[in-house]
T-cell receptor
Framework: KNQVEQSPQSLIILEGKNCTLQ??????????LRWYKQDTGRGPVSLTI?????NTKSNGRYTATLDADTKQSSLHITASQLSDSASYIC?????????????FGAGTQVVVTP | EAGVAQSPRYKIIEKRQSVAFWCNPI?????LYWYQQILGQGPKLLIQ????????DSQLPKDRFSAERLKGVDSTLKIQPAKLEDSAVYLC??????????????FGPGTRLTVL
């Protein structure tokens, strides 16, 4: 069973609208939680990184939240643009003494339509 | 700063053939990773190098996959012989500081392998 579960698997939104992606994890303890954006045919690119003591982190129109008690994270996209069409992957990093090993979710495929 | 380079970008082979992928990490990055990403899934770590030594290859199918990192810089990943289930994108990533809380990994564009 994957230790990082994401929902929904995919979603379609209209340009200009907001959306929220969910991530539940069971990895414990962990060093930090990351959200990556992966455009089609490209490698993942980091959007946000949060330690277990941080509740929220923003990067432009992207805002990530973390609840370490419930082991849940969300990524909120505000005023979506066509360029936001991509897969968004939730990633949990194991503690520092494990050489920075990452556990990836399967991703949420977002399609923004005009 | 140049990013992680990978080649080729695409490769189509028949099952039982051999294939090799090449990765050039970001200059100065000590840690290099090879991931396998099957369509619709997140990347799965195959092997992790620290300089030219292996620190994790627990998920590498060693009967058919091999990897090396030459002089602690470039790396090659080889599959011999390939199976249909090896069809995937092979991602290379590198990071600069092992053991740090923010061990940022930078990914290359990947090599898309199709096995017929």
């Amino acid at each position: 069973k994957n230790q990082v579960e994401q929902s929904p698997q995919s979603l379609i939104i209209l340009e200009g609208k907001n959306c929220t992606l969910q991530c539940n994890y069971t990895v414990s303890p962990f060093s930090n939680l990351r959200w990556y954006k992966q455009d089609t045919g490209r490698g993942p690119v980091s959007l946000t990184i949060m330690t277990f003591s941080e509740n929220t982190k923003s990067n432009g129109r992207y805002t990530a939240t973390l609840d370490a008690d419930t082991k849940q994270s969300s990524l909120h996209i505000t005023a979506s643009q066509l360029s936001d069409s991509a897969s968004y992957i939730c990633v949990v990093s194991f503690p520092a003494d494990s050489w920075g090993k990452l556990q990836f979710g399967a991703g949420t495929q977002v399609v923004v339509t005009p | 700063e140049a990013g992680v380079a990978q080649s080729p970008r695409y490769k189509i082979i028949e099952k039982r053939q051999s294939v090799a992928f090449w990765c050039n990490p970001i200059s100065g990055h000590a840690t290099l990773y090879w991931y396998q990403q099957i369509l619709g899934q997140g990347p799965k770590l195959l092997i992790q190098f620290q300089n030219n030594g292996v620190v994790d290859d627990s998920q590498l199918p060693k009967d058919r996959f091999s990897a090396e990192r030459l002089k602690g810089v470039d790396s090659t990943l080889k599959i011999q012989p390939a199976k249909l289930e090896d069809s995937a994108v092979y991602l290379c990533a590198s990071s600069g500081r092992p053991g740090q809380a923010y061990n940022e990994q930078f990914f290359g564009p990947g090599t898309r392998l199709t096995v017929l």
